[in-house]
């Protein structure tokens, strides 16, 4: 039995099957499992996950109950959950990534969607079932009192399932995007609505990335479920049930990073881009090609920035990695589609012999990207709309004259806003504009903010973010 325990969608941990039935273990992708590998380790905790793939499935199946620990990685004991596949499709593409996922983030074409629909409150009950699955392995695994540490919008409703079972357990829930006002919020049929609030109440700690998210969160629970809010306490009183609410802003370990940015494999991407380049500026953009993170709208303020500003024309190339993401769904294949198109667009219109003004690179190579930060003159984080996004905060930890072009609608802006560029995600010139006032900077200047954003960064890195939350539940 474990003291402390972690629930998320994806593990520390995958597998993969090769023809001939081998079983390959690699470490897990994405910023949460980045975030909280590191601190997890420990004998006396436990992470809960999902069986995402074949591999990951097959290596359930030959494991005791799933228990899969450490098998060459420092990761601490691993649970891993072999739901059906089935059930796990429409849990996590139709309902958390095209629903929940586009509700946080403000994304939906009204005109045309959402529909909830018969078919919609069929999927709605595979992830309840998917919840449930979460919520019984964790009631089955948590010693007397435990800790129990849910993370994000795929697991909104184990809180109060657990709860059920296993009242002696102290739990909380974090989110790692944004949460919608209740205008948007509302959008959700009214019943399902108010069981994802209930699910999240259903913890003793429900925590955000910023206060901006925190409170969105309360206004949903005093206008959906007519729930007692005390703002200046930070509580949500529902049903008998006192929640607390948290505000905790993840960081960066930046000696971690820094030490991993001047590994052999970044020094030669470093090496081969410079190669590509020359001496030019770099204008630098690090991402997944998921619709949140606005890539077309930041490639047409680069085309803007090269129609406004000739005398930049052979001096400055935008390195943009935009990572493969979410290809199952039919939008962000046709939002890749997209970016392609309109990075050949600037190609065309302002390549010359010797200058390729736009670099768009779409195959995922982490050692690459940490070349980039730490090349980078000027760094480009325009989402429409972003829980945190670590990439505002890595970038000026591995370049002492990054400029950072911030969303205002990240929420990194909280934290980083006062000493970067703030653009308006939908301004196309004034993100422009922004581009050049980076590039035009004088270097005492941006060093002088880029080691105030370096400090901010670094301020809660993910272990004190762990424990800080661990503290809560006190």
Same mark, same amino acid.
């Given at each position: 039995?474990?003291?402390?325990?972690?629930?998320?969608?994806?593990?520390?941990?995958?597998?993969?099957?090769?023809?001939?039935?081998?079983?390959?273990?690699?470490?897990?992708?994405?910023?949460?499992?980045?975030?909280?590998?590191?601190?997890?380790?420990?004998?006396?905790?436990?992470?809960? +996950?999902?069986?995402?793939?074949?591999?990951?499935?097959?290596?359930?199946?030959?494991?005791?109950?799933?228990?899969?620990?450490?098998?060459?990685?420092?990761?601490?004991?691993?649970?891993?959950?072999?739901?059906?596949?089935?059930?796990?499709?429409?849990?996590?593409?139709?309902?958390?990534?095209?629903?929940?996922?586009?509700?946080?983030?403000?994304?939906?074409?009204?005109?045309?969607?959402?529909?909830?629909?018969?078919?919609?409150?069929?999927?709605?009950?595979?992830?309840?079932?998917?919840?449930?699955?979460?919520?019984?392995?964790?009631?089955?695994?948590?010693?007397?009192?435990?800790?129990?540490?849910?993370?994000?919008?795929?697991?909104?409703?184990?809180?109060?399932?657990?709860?059920?079972?296993?009242?002696?357990?102290?739990?909380?829930?974090?989110?790692?995007?944004?949460?919608?006002?209740?205008?948007?919020?509302?959008?959700?049929?009214?019943?399902?609505?108010?069981?994802?609030?209930?699910?999240?109440?259903?913890?003793?700690?429900?925590?955000?990335?910023?206060?901006?998210?925190?409170?969105?969160?309360?206004? +949903? +629970?005093?206008?959906?479920?007519?729930?007692?809010?005390?703002?200046?306490?930070?509580?949500?009183?529902?049903?008998?049930?006192?929640?607390?609410?948290?505000?905790?802003?993840?960081?960066?370990?930046?000696?971690?990073?820094?030490?991993?940015?001047?590994?052999?494999?970044?020094?030669?991407?470093?090496?081969?881009?410079?190669?590509?380049?020359?001496?030019?500026?770099?204008?630098?953009?690090?991402?997944?090609?998921?619709?949140?993170?606005?890539?077309?709208?930041?490639?047409?303020?680069?085309?803007?920035?090269?129609?406004?500003?000739?005398?930049?024309?052979?001096?400055?190339?935008?390195?943009?990695?935009?990572?493969?993401?979410?290809?199952?769904?039919?939008?962000?294949?046709?939002?890749?589609?997209?970016?392609?198109? +309109?990075?050949?667009?600037?190609?065309?219109?302002?390549?010359?012999?010797?200058?390729?003004?736009?670099?768009?690179?779409?195959?995922?190579?982490?050692?690459?990207?940490?070349?980039?930060?730490?090349?980078?003159?000027?760094?480009?984080?325009?989402?429409?709309?972003?829980?945190?996004?670590?990439?505002?905060?890595?970038?000026?930890?591995?370049?002492?004259?990054?400029?950072?072009?911030?969303?205002?609608?990240?929420?990194?802006?909280?934290?980083?806003?006062?000493?970067?560029?703030?653009?308006?995600?939908?301004?196309?010139?004034?993100?422009?504009?922004?581009?050049?006032?980076?590039?035009?900077?004088?270097?005492?200047?941006?060093?002088?903010?880029?080691?105030?954003?370096?400090?901010?960064?670094?301020?809660?890195?993910?272990?004190?973010?762990?424990?800080?939350?661990?503290?809560?539940?006190?």
């Amino acid at each position: 039995m474990s003291s402390t325990l972690i629930a998320s969608n994806r593990g520390p941990v995958s597998f993969i099957l090769s023809d001939d039935g081998a079983l390959t273990m690699r470490r897990g992708g994405g910023g949460l499992v980045s975030g909280l590998s590191e601190v997890a380790r420990g004998d006396d905790h436990l992470w809960v +996950c999902a069986a995402l793939t074949d591999g990951d499935r097959s290596a359930v199946r030959l494991a005791p109950e799933g228990r899969i620990d450490r098998a060459g990685y420092d990761t601490g004991p691993v649970r891993m959950l072999d739901i059906a596949p089935a059930v796990f499709h429409r849990a996590y593409n139709a309902v958390a990534n095209s629903t929940l996922w586009f509700v946080s983030h403000l994304l939906y074409n009204t005109p045309f969607a959402p529909t909830f629909d018969t078919r919609f409150h069929r999927e709605w009950e595979s992830y309840r079932e998917y919840n449930g699955a979460f919520a019984l392995a964790l009631a089955e695994e948590a010693a007397h009192g435990a800790k129990v540490m849910i993370q994000d919008y795929h697991l909104t409703l184990a809180p109060a399932m657990l709860r059920v079972d296993r009242p002696d357990l102290r739990v909380a829930h974090f989110s790692h995007t944004p949460w919608a006002p209740p205008e948007y919020f509302s959008l959700l049929p009214d019943g399902i609505a108010a069981e994802i609030l209930q699910g999240v109440l259903g913890a003793d700690h429900a925590g955000f990335l910023t206060d901006r998210w925190a409170a969105a969160f309360m206004d +949903c +629970c005093e206008a959906v479920l007519d729930a007692r809010v005390d703002r200046a306490a930070k509580t949500v009183e529902f049903e008998g049930r006192l929640t607390r609410i948290g505000v905790h802003a993840l960081g960066v370990d930046g000696d971690a990073l820094v030490a991993r940015a001047f590994e052999p494999d970044v020094e030669s991407h470093m090496l081969a881009i410079k190669e590509q380049v020359g001496d030019r500026r770099l204008i630098v953009r690090i991402d997944r090609t998921e619709l949140s993170k606005n890539i077309v709208r930041g490639m047409l303020a680069y085309r803007e920035f090269l129609a406004e500003h000739p005398e930049w024309h052979g001096k400055v190339v935008h390195l943009a990695f935009a990572y493969p993401s979410r290809h199952d769904l039919p939008e962000y294949r046709e939002y890749t589609a997209a970016v392609q198109r +309109c990075a050949k667009e600037i190609e065309d219109e302002y390549a010359t012999d010797d200058w390729d003004p736009l670099i768009l690179n779409m195959q995922d190579d982490y050692p690459r990207s940490l070349a980039a930060y730490r090349m980078a003159d000027v760094l480009l984080v325009n989402p429409i709309r972003d829980g945190m996004n670590l990439v505002a905060k890595e970038g000026p930890i591995l370049s002492p004259r990054c400029v950072l072009v911030l969303s205002r609608e990240a929420g990194a802006a909280a934290e980083l806003g006062p000493d970067s560029l703030l653009v308006n995600p939908y301004d196309v010139s004034g993100t422009a504009a922004a581009l050049h006032e980076g590039l035009v900077m004088p270097d005492k200047e941006r060093a002088e903010r880029c080691t105030r954003l370096r400090r901010a960064a670094t301020a809660l890195p993910p272990e004190r973010w762990f424990a800080d939350q661990l503290a809560a539940l006190t």
